[in-house]
């Protein structure tokens, strides 16, 4: 059984943390105007817990703002990304399945 504080990574750009050959956690950090200038998207689906900070989400086309306490979900390829503007954002995420192994 993993069990990790997700605390101990708050800053860090990213860590994973724990991960089988099903799904992976990880978490992540993003800095104050973070804008990574293009879309990504995954092999299977992914969820982001807003930890801390907050950004404005883009999801297949429509953009909403998340704050600390929100959950996201991101279907399976679908094109999505995350800029911050004055706040950065620290977040956990999971993969299902994960894009490698």
Same mark, same amino acid.
């Given at each position: 059984?993993? @069990?990790? #504080? *997700?605390?101990?990574?708050? =800053?860090?750009?990213?860590?994973? *943390?724990? &991960? ?12 104050? #105007?973070?804008?990574? =200038? ?5 092999? +299977?689906?992914? $969820? $982001?817990?807003? $930890?801390? +900070? +907050? ?5 297949? =086309?429509?953009?909403?703002?998340? &704050?600390? =306490?929100?959950? *996201?979900?991101?279907?399976? +390829?679908? *094109? ?5 503007? &004055?706040?950065?954002?620290? @977040?956990?995420? $999971? ?5 490698? &192994?």
């Amino acid at each position: 059984m993993d @069990a990790v #504080n *997700l605390f101990e990574f708050r =800053g860090q750009a990213f860590k994973a *943390l724990c &991960k089988t050959d099903r799904s992976t956690v990880d978490v992540f950090t993003l800095p104050p #105007n973070h804008d990574p =200038g293009h879309e990504a998207a995954h092999k +299977g689906d992914q $969820i $982001i817990y807003v $930890i801390d +900070g +907050g950004a404005t989400a883009r999801v297949a =086309g429509e953009e909403r703002e998340v &704050k600390a =306490g929100d959950v *996201l979900m991101i279907p399976a +390829g679908t *094109l999505h990304t995350l800029r911050t503007a &004055k706040q950065s954002l620290f @977040a956990m995420t $999971i993969m299902a399945p994960p894009d490698h &192994k």
